[in-house]
DNA sequence: ATTGTAATTGAGAATCAGTTGCAATTATAA
DNA sequence: TTATAATTGCAACTGATTCTCAATTACAAT
């Protein structure tokens, strides 16, 4: 049975004259068994401990392509490299990032995206995505640390 | 006639037991002389310029104190470097990204930032800060194109 | 003002994420 | 099956950021 996300990505990537090779059907099926966020290097060990060989290059080449065809995001950077997740059959959503334990909590508003879709309309920007981060504290660091 | 932002960071320091140096006080003053966001880089470059000299290293080191202090923000990263701005006299905003011209939109809407807080407080997340990077195409760039 | 000391500096080496060139391989349309 | 353009892995490369270390300096306490 195929998944869902081979058949999007086989046809994105036959729209463009792309080759859908078993390298990025690999890569493809690391990323969705991922559960949350992952970076390309996550990837990568993740696949080599699994027995899968791509090639670091492979990765980087393929994950721009994930993000063009919609089926992954690109998340905020809380450190300092590339963060992803898939959001196939998930919706889109934000994040708010605990400052204490690096919990991320996904965050989604109905009410959050029409007032962005608002503002966008107000200054005649074409808006196509948008990433919004919180940090803070969640709730248990935050009552740990005695910082009300 | 002292500057507001160098009281600030002075006392920041102090309290931390750090030192206000000549070169921290030259990259403030860097800092607050940036119209809008700059990197790292573009800071070293415009000092040298001026003939003032500090060290990559420095530059490197003092970034993240005037983070903490508050003196600057953290600007999204468009593309692979960290940038920054300064936010001393003005207030948080978010940023409207162009992907063609590269232009960035300030924008700030009250009821965006109430909205968020009663997000945070639903989820009993304590928000300390937030970044809000919305992409697409302004005005200009999206009629020039043909995309409607 | 002088001094002691811990913090800071600059320069370059080191690191780290991400990219690229290239020869060998492979997916796909005809 | 074949032609061919796309893709691969590897290793070398790039550019940003961090680190090391010896020399310097700010500043609190004399």
């Known amino acids: ?80 490299h590339a963060h992803y997740e898939h959001t196939f059959g998930r919706g889109h959503h934000d994040h708010l990032i605990c400052l204490k334990c690096g919990k991320v909590i996904p965050l989604y508003s109905r009410k959050l995206e029409k007032l962005q879709e608002n503002l966008c309309r107000k200054e005649k920007f074409k808006c196509l995505t948008h990433t919004l981060e919180i940090r803070g504290y969640c709730l248990r660091c935050n009552s740990k640390s005695g910082l009300s």
Not at 19 to 42: C, M, N, Q
């Open 1 to 80: 049975m195929k998944r869902m996300e081979d058949r999007v990505f086989r046809e994105f990537l036959q729209k463009k004259g792309l080759k859908f090779t078993k390298e990025r059907a690999a890569i493809l099926k690391g990323v969705f068994s991922a559960r949350g966020h992952f970076d390309p290097d996550d990837l990568l060990i993740k696949m080599r401990g699994k027995g899968i060989r791509v090639s670091k290059a492979s990765i980087y080449r393929t994950l721009p392509l994930l993000l063009e065809s919609g089926l992954i995001e690109q998340v905020l950077k809380v450190d300092k």
